[in-house]
């Protein structure tokens, strides 16, 4: 079964896509972010730089000035002999300028503490020659004498009218600047540190590092543009730069600004595996974003597709599968055929289509009901297709109807085959549990190449309904020959409207004659169809085909008047005359107004009833008999005498020929046909003329057409004979003429 695979192929190709392009997009994602973050660490690193520098920067200057002011308050040399009073000076201003230790070193080198202690030469005299040159000093960190703590020293000179007086010098613990380095927002993920120009670390933030950064530049694989040259050159002429590098196998960002003094730097440095976990965890989160975004789709995808496939199915139920019998219908069995008949065809087997109808299901229903009935389609289905051999085909194509089709290597054994079929599938249904006989027939159609599959059916149709037309056959195969016969019947319904207006029909009389003179003594109106282009048609052609379209009805009608309007015609010229029976076909007589009808248009040609005869078929003895009654009764009462024809032709019963008042039998030509020669024919022709004769009824033998017959029949006591023997229908003049001949002779 192919439920639409094509679909399901194109959403699955549709959902890996979407897959694999969510998971490009995330490595795409990530490189961006880590790409993004890069540049976003190495601004935000030259951000802080700046922003540390001037911080460090401010934190000297502002110290500095302080050690200046105080430098300029002891000029005053008389103070400065008064140890004492210098180290409560020094100590006040320290407290107020929160220094952590102030001193007094003199011209002689001795320093004199704010704590009392003194100290000789604590400024070395470079020093002190540096801070005389520059007016200030700042030392690297160094060793306080009293603590051990590191301290960086600063220093201002004190004059007294240009003569040099000493040095005043502040202790300033690292903390502060380590502080000034931990303000940067990279946190605890890079590393900030003051630099003396050859490149030691002097302080460092978050741990004390000891390495020289030139040794480390020197070990470094630098991006592209960088060297350890280009930043040892950028050192000596104050410039401030930024680079990236890779230091055993650690990529990092680095940037450096020169301090305002000593030609110290600030470095900041941040290992870009900072960036790259930050891009990672961030990438991480992405890419589960995406692949749970993936994860839905899929979900929903397969959700999709698992309700298409459902779909699919349902819909190849509703349109392949007969709900009742769950079998193939007739879209499934037309979409198999061709492939089918391949099959059997590259075998040189020739199949055929047939047709199976349950004759009279509507009865089934209407007994049983409709739910024993659904019952017993099933069990035909079900036998028939259990009858299937490998390749052939079967369905329940609506209704009481199934198609098989079925291989047929010729038409005999195919035909024991359908009997067979029919017999099993008829014989074993059942219906509340009784045993209920079915007959059913079919149509066969032997495929032929390129005939489409519409008029194939159409064929095997025509097959079953010419097989209905057979009582007594299981089937029939298709031949042109019937399909010729349906086209002539559509033809003659197309036409017979038109051909009534153009008077193609025209009435002919047959006469019927005495034994033994062969004189007419009455007649019989027969409808002959003048075709234009097809000659004489004979009523035998066109009369069952108006009985069932009703047309029949104005016909009758028709040759009644022609008869009439004869006979009127005979009348007025004083011509011989006999009585004519016109035949009025059975479904006359459920119309109320028939015996108005012919009453009044006799009466207004003026044609006197006991002229007329009325030849009702005996078939009429199907309909409801006291309706036939009545009729007859009413027509004996107004004078129309009244013969039952085709008797003997099959359903005729003497009970019903004792109930109904005949005026005449006529006898069926069928029974001279089957032979009067044949003594036992005799017996039974003699037997019912007798019988007929004891009801009171004329006796007409039809179909005379041998001298033997006449005599035979003459012998019997019939009345009159109607034959060729005798006669052939003839046209109304030749019937004039003959009546006229007659007289004179
Ligand atoms: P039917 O009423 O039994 O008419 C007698 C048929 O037997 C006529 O056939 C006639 O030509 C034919 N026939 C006469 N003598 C012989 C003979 O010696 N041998 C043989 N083999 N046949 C003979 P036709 O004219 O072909 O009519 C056939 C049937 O058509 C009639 O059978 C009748 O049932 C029907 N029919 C004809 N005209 C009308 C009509 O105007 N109205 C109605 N309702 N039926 C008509
Ligand atoms: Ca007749
Ligand atoms: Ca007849």
Redesign the pocket.
């Known amino acids: 079964m192919k439920y639409n695979v094509r679909g399901f192929k194109r959403t699955l190709f549709l959902v890996i896509s979407m897959a694999l392009i969510a998971a490009a997009g995330s490595v795409l994602y990530w490189q961006q972010i880590i790409q993004r973050l890069e540049q976003d660490a190495a601004a935000t690193l030259q951000a802080d730089g700046k922003e540390i520098t001037s911080t460090v920067n401010h934190i000297f200057a502002s110290q500095l000035q302080v050690i200046s002011s105080i430098a300029l308050s002891l000029e005053y040399p008389e103070d400065l002999d008064d140890t004492d009073w210098i180290a409560s000076y020094l100590g006040q201003q320290k407290r107020r300028n929160h220094v952590e230790w102030m001193g007094f070193q003199n011209v002689k080198g001795e320093a004199l503490f704010s704590n009392g202690f003194s100290m000789h030469d604590f400024l070395s005299s470079k020093a002190v020659a540096i801070a005389y040159d520059k007016g200030a000093y700042l030392s690297e960190p160094q060793s306080n004498p009293f603590t051990d703590e590191k301290v960086i020293v600063m220093a201002a000179p004190v004059y007294f009218h240009k003569e040099r007086l000493g040095i005043v010098f502040g202790l300033q613990t690292m903390s502060i600047y380590t502080e000034a380095l931990a303000n940067g927002s990279l946190g605890d993920n890079g590393v900030s540190m003051i630099l003396d120009s050859q490149g030691n670390v002097l302080v460092s933030y978050p741990h004390a590092t000891t390495e020289n950064i030139f040794t480390v530049a020197e070990n470094s694989r630098f991006d592209k543009n960088f060297s350890i040259q280009s930043i040892k050159e950028d050192m000596k002429q104050g410039r401030s730069g930024a680079n990236s590098y890779t230091f055993k196998g650690q990529h990092r960002f680095s940037t450096y600004f020169p301090l305002d003094y000593n030609n110290w730097y600030v470095m900041l440095v941040l290992p870009t595996s900072s960036v790259a976990n930050k891009a990672q965890s961030m990438a991480v989160i992405s890419l589960v974003l995406c692949l749970s975004v993936v994860l839905a789709i899929v979900l929903v995808a397969i959700f999709i597709l698992r309700m298409q496939y459902k779909n699919a199915k349902e819909v190849y139920k509703l349109g392949f599968i007969d709900p009742l019998t769950k079998t193939d219908n007739l879209n499934a069995f037309r979409m198999k055929f061709p492939e089918a008949a391949e099959a059997f065809k590259k075998k040189d087997i020739p199949v055929a289509l047939v047709l199976m109808n349950i004759n009279r299901f509507k009865a089934v229903n209407d007994i049983y009901g409709f739910e024993q009935g659904d019952l017993v389609l099933k069990q035909v289905a079900t036998i028939l297709q259990n009858s299937l051999e490998t390749g052939e085909l079967f369905c329940r194509s609506g209704a009481d109807v199934f198609l098989l089709m079925l291989a047929c290597p010729d038409q005999v054994e195919l035909g024991q085959r359908i009997d067979q079929l029919v017999n099993r599938a008829g014989g074993y249904c059942q219906a509340q549990g009784e045993d209920l006989p079915l007959s059913i027939t079919c149509g066969i159609y032997e495929v032929e190449d390129d005939v489409p599959f519409y008029i194939m059916m159409d064929r095997a149709n025509l097959a079953w309904a010419s097989a209905k037309e057979q009582p007594g056959t299981n089937y029939a195969f298709y031949n042109s020959e019937y399909l010729r016969k349906i086209v002539t019947e559509r033809r003659i319904e197309s036409s017979m409207e038109q051909a009534l207006a153009d008077e193609e029909f025209k009435l002919?009389l047959?006469p019927k004659c005495d034994f033994k003179t062969g004189r007419t003594l009455s007649a019989?109106?027969?409808?002959?169809w003048l075709h234009p282009s097809q000659g004489i048609i004979?009523?035998?052609w066109f009369?069952p085909v108006f009985e069932k379209n009703g047309f029949?009805l104005k016909?009758?009608w028709f040759?009644y008047q022609e008869v009439l309007r004869l006979m009127k015609h005979l009348l007025d010229t004083q011509s011989p005359i006999v009585p004519i029976g016109?035949?009025?076909?059975r479904l006359h007589l459920e119309d109320k107004g028939f015996l108005d009808k012919l009453v009044k248009m006799a009466d207004e040609i003026g044609v006197p009833h006991k002229l007329l005869e009325i030849?009702l078929?005996e078939s009429i003895v199907l309909g409801d008999i006291e309706r036939v009654k009545t009729v007859i009764d009413g027509l004996h009462a107004n004078d129309f005498s009244v013969a039952m024809?085709?008797f003997g032709a099959g359903y005729s019963s003497l009970n019903v020929l004792k109930n109904l008042d005949f005026d005449c039998v006529?006898l069926?030509?069928e029974f001279l046909?089957k032979g009067e020669g044949n003594p036992r024919q005799r017996q039974i022709i003699s037997g019912l003329v007798s019988m007929v004769k004891d009801l009171g009824s004329h006796v007409v033998a039809?179909?005379?057409?041998t001298k033997e017959q006449a005599e035979f029949l003459s012998s019997l006591g019939c009345d009159m004979a109607?034959?060729?023997?005798f006669s052939?229908?003839m046209p109304v003049p030749e019937f004039e003429k003959r009546l006229q001949d007659e007289k004179n002779s």
């Open positions: 002919y047959q019989e109106a027969l409808v002959r004979s009523p035998a009369i029949i016909l009758d040759i016109v035949n009025f076909s030849e078929t024809d085709d006529k069926d030509k046909a039809e179909g005379v057409e109607q034959g060729y023997f052939h229908p």
